[in-house]
């Protein structure tokens, strides 16, 4: 296990997304085992494998990892993504959540009634144009990334964040023009460049087949 890092989640993005973009800006290669059936599941729950029975799961470093925002900072701390010290990191946490926010708000969309989508669509934009994305383009103003001008997970989850927003409302960053700095600076990134070709890891939005799947497989969370 300790040789290789092994994903286990769905086919889709969901909470193992932004852990799958972090392994890729840092240049680790990784296998993932995509559940399909609630028999899957119930092995990983019954093997020991999932410590508060819930997914995603990441086996690295001889350690099976839960809770996503704990493997998220365990990699970005492995891999030099979160700060040269302490006050940096928190700086960094506080970015890294409201992007998170941002990203939760969306997920959630997939879950909601018709008759509510669009009421919530609506909260996930004015949330993003009057309170997110200001204060990123104004931390962005004076510097090339979010925390002591060096790239962090912060800024990969913002960049993720901010792609997410833009399949959703496509102008949305047309008064942002530092934030479109930054993604043209983050996309000239090798490692980013590469996990946004086709064919890369990258998974893309969510269809009514992974929600029906997700659902199989995690039923007791919709009963």
Same mark, same amino acid.
């Given at each position: 296990?300790?040789?290789?890092?092994?994903?286990?989640?769905?086919?889709?993005?969901?909470?193992?997304?932004?852990?799958?973009?972090?392994?890729?800006?840092?240049?680790?290669?990784?296998?993932?085992?995509?559940?399909?059936?609630?028999?899957?599941?119930?092995?990983?729950?019954?093997?020991?494998?999932?410590?508060?029975?819930?997914?995603?799961?990441?086996?690295?470093?001889?350690?099976?990892?839960?809770?996503?925002?704990?493997?998220?900072?365990?990699?970005?701390?492995?891999?030099?993504?979160?700060?040269?010290?302490?006050?940096?990191?928190?700086?960094?946490?506080?970015?890294?959540?409201?992007?998170?926010?941002?990203?939760?708000? #969306?997920?959630?969309? %997939?879950?909601?009634?018709?008759?509510? /989508?669009?009421?919530?669509? !609506?909260?996930?934009?004015?949330? =993003? *144009?009057?309170?997110?994305?200001?204060?990123?383009?104004?931390?962005?103003?004076?510097?090339?990334?979010?925390?002591?001008?060096?790239?962090?997970?912060?800024?990969?989850?913002?960049?993720?964040?901010?792609?997410?927003?833009?399949?959703?409302?496509?102008?949305?960053?047309?008064?942002?023009p530092n934030i479109q700095a930054f993604q043209k600076r983050m996309k000239?990134?090798?490692? #980013?460049?590469?996990? %946004?070709?086709?064919?890369?890891?990258? /998974?893309?939005?969510?269809? !009514?087949?992974?929600?029906?799947? =997700? *659902?199989?497989?995690?039923?007791?969370?919709?009963?």
């Open positions: 296990m300790s040789g290789k890092v092994v994903l286990y989640y769905f086919d889709g993005r969901g909470k193992m997304e932004s852990i799958r973009w972090l392994l890729a800006v840092a240049g680790v290669e990784f296998e993932e085992v995509f559940l399909t059936t609630r028999a899957q599941y119930e092995k990983l729950v019954n093997d020991g494998a999932l410590l508060f029975h819930q997914v995603p799961l990441v086996e690295m470093d001889g350690m099976k990892l839960v809770q996503s925002k704990a493997i998220q900072n365990y990699i970005a701390g492995k891999y030099n993504l979160y700060g040269k010290d302490l006050k940096e990191r928190v700086m960094i946490d506080m970015y890294a959540e409201a992007a998170r926010d941002i990203m939760d708000m #969306i997920m959630v969309l %997939l879950f909601t009634t018709p008759d509510d /989508k669009k009421d919530e669509l !609506e909260k996930v934009q004015v949330k =993003a *144009k009057v309170r997110t994305l200001p204060a990123f383009e104004k931390a962005l103003g004076s510097s090339q990334f979010l925390v002591g001008n060096k790239l962090s997970c912060a800024d990969v989850n913002f960049f993720e964040a901010s792609l997410m927003l833009e399949e959703l409302f496509p102008t949305i960053l047309s008064s942002f000239a990134i090798p490692a #980013i460049s590469k996990f %946004l070709q086709p064919g890369s890891q990258r /998974k893309p939005p969510p269809d !009514e087949a992974l929600i029906k799947t =997700a *659902k199989e497989v995690l039923s007791h969370l919709f009963k």
